[in-house]
């Protein structure tokens, strides 16, 4: 399972590359051969033994017994296995660490097995990407600047440790000593990265990256959504972080004792940082490149910028000039899927190659067939440039067929291996009858909207959705929170905009003949963003893998009820009367 096997300290990027070229130009014979290991590992498991493999370990039989599942399938098992059953349920070997989901798509997190494979295909993935990073963009015993949270990990009724699956990666040994490795050791020490407020954390990330701002090399986060947060935060109080820093006394905004003590450590007080950073900025005009000004040996900017990210890069770009964004790679809690291994791409236009090793996987082709019926997964050498496929995964912590929901277009072919471009997730849609608008849509509407407040130099700080079916006819509700008070004319023509904007045959007919009502645009107080994110890590979830709901359903009720109870006035569309 190990692509390379290095000591603590020694890293080789070349070696991964040539590992990784290796692998994809085989990689249907290792496709084959990583489905025979998993099943030779797991074929006794009670779950795979009900489905008559009896033992075969092909890909032909595997596809006949095995049906496809969703995770709510397999709930019931992992219940089990997170009650404490410690029997062979879907991997042979006992499953000690639950992962969770971050729970903004559907309200509440999901449960997903955690192993040390997982583990290891994880290092795999940051070390191939790496290894692709830095041949372009060198880094060299730099520091990184990274704004991760671990939130608490506990206990399980079955004696399991559990916590998000950013947090998992976080606390394992591996973690450390990869990065170590690739020479960008986090700035923060570990008590700002696992302390109990985000806020805190939060603040002690600005200063430790400010107080070593020569040695930063990166700057990064798993989403970029985290990045945007810390520099809006930034903003806010630049002056009390320089303050510290001229002082050598950290700021009474920080109370927890752990923090405090690990802080003191690194603060000394130093006038000369402080008049340096001060005067950086008072020359900034809106913030405009306010990080390689505060970081001046950053290379590039890092962190997963697609799919419900990609609304953030505008005001990314604002904070970073020049600099590159790398978008990281491709994966979810249930487990990895591929690497960017061309970092110089824009974020828009980002790729993954599929590394072959990490798991089996299929590709559902989003056509129906003639009787409506799906049509048949096929396999990762199987896939045809510029199709759309759901992604089917099977891997070594016990998902079997396991549909992710996410829809990918084929980009290209990295030697024998695809580089898929995410698209959309299949569940989030909004729809009402026979429209169908994926997320991508909502983003592209609310952008072409947005651009009728440059004027006013005003900006959606962020936005979510949610059909409204308890009017007749139901109706597309969007929620915007701006920076700033817009005229009612401009909101109304936004709102018209927003409804024109929605291209999808099944919308604009509906709309036409009123099947569908009037799109209706509410602006929330400022703030009311922020109250979401809290409600998040209230329930134990993580900042660093905070998702923005973008379509709020019926299950995320606790959302709709923060977003509907801070309006502060709306707008219905006039576009089509």
């Not at 692509?3 to 130009?25: A, R, T, W």
């Not at 084959?32 to 075969?56: D, F, P, S």
């Not at 970092?343 to 190659?353: G, M, N």
């Not at 096929?378 to 396991?402: M, S």
Request: with cysteine; aromatic share 10%.
């Amino acid at each position: 399972m190990k692509m390379v096997e290095e000591s603590e300290n020694k890293f080789d990027p070349q070696q991964v590359i040539d590992e990784f070229e290796l692998l994809s130009k085989d990689a249907g014979r290792i496709q084959e051969e990583t489905l025979q290991k998993i099943l030779e590992e797991n074929g006794r498991t009670e779950y795979l033994q009900q489905w008559g493999l009896n033992g075969k370990t092909d890909q032909v039989s595997f596809k006949n017994c095995v049906p496809l599942v969703t995770h709510k399938d397999l709930e019931p098992y992992i219940h089990r296995i997170v009650d404490g059953d410690l029997t062979p349920i879907l991997t042979r070997k006992s499953i000690t660490t639950i992962s969770l989901s971050s729970g903004t798509t559907q309200g509440k997190p999901k449960f997903v097995p955690f192993n040390e494979e997982l583990m290891e295909s994880t290092m795999q993935i940051f070390k191939t990407s790496f290894a692709f990073r830095n041949r372009e963009f060198p880094v060299v015993n730099g520091k990184a600047l990274q704004f991760i949270y671990g939130s608490k990990q506990f206990k399980t009724k079955g004696g399991l440790v559990a916590g998000t699956a950013t947090t998992n990666v976080y606390r394992n040994s591996q973690f450390k000593k990869t990065m170590k490795a690739m020479q960008t050791p986090c700035c923060s020490p570990d008590e700002v990265i696992f302390g109990p407020d985000f806020n805190q954390s939060l603040y002690c990330h600005l200063l430790c990256g400010l107080i070593l701002r020569n040695e930063v090399q990166v700057v990064s986060s798993t989403f970029a959504h985290s990045i945007v947060h810390a520099f809006r935060k930034f903003e806010q109080v630049w002056q009390e972080l320089i303050a510290n820093i001229r002082d050598g006394v950290l700021s009474s905004r920080v109370t927890v004792p752990s923090i405090r003590s690990a802080m003191s450590k690194l603060l000394k007080p130093d006038p000369e940082l402080a008049d340096t950073i001060y005067n950086k900025c008072i020359r900034l005009s809106n913030w405009y490149g306010l990080i390689p000004e505060l970081f001046p040996n950053t290379r590039y900017i890092y962190g997963i910028m697609t799919g419900s990210m990609e609304p953030y890069l505008k005001k990314l770009r604002h904070y970073a000039g020049e600099l590159p964004l790398l978008s990281a790679d491709y994966g979810s809690s249930e487990g990895w899927i591929g690497a960017n291994v061309n970092p110089e791409l824009p974020p828009e236009l980002v790729t993954y190659a599929v590394l072959p090793n990490i798991g089996y996987f299929e590709f559902i082709p989003l056509v129906e067939n003639v009787d409506g019926v799906e049509a048949t997964p096929v396999g990762l050498t199987e896939v045809k440039l510029g199709e759309e496929y759901e992604i089917v995964v099977t891997n070594f912590a016990g998902l079997y067929r396991y549909r992710l929901g996410d829809v990918v277009k084929i980009k290209g072919f990295h030697n024998g291996t695809p580089e898929l471009q995410f698209i959309y997730r299949r569940d989030l849609l909004l729809s009402i009858n026979i429209d169908k608008n994926t997320e991508k849509d909502l983003q592209l509407a609310v952008e072409a909207a947005a651009q009728l407040l440059l004027n006013e130099k005003l900006e959606v700080v962020d936005f979510s959705s949610n059909v409204n079916t308890s009017a007749d006819p139901g109706h597309y509700v969007i929620f915007w929170e701006l920076n700033g008070e817009a005229s009612k004319e401009i909101l109304k023509e936004c709102c018209n905009c927003l409804d024109k904007s929605f291209v999808d045959a099944g919308y604009v007919s509906s709309r036409k003949v009123k099947t569908i009502g009037a799109l209706e645009l509410r602006i929330v107080k400022r703030g009311t963003f922020h109250k979401i994110l809290d409600h998040f890590v209230g329930l134990g979830a993580a900042v660093s893998q905070f998702k923005t709901p973008r379509c709020v359903g019926t299950t995320n009720l606790s959302v709709l009820q923060i977003l509907t109870s801070n309006v502060v006035e709306s707008y219905f569309s006039t576009a089509f009367s």
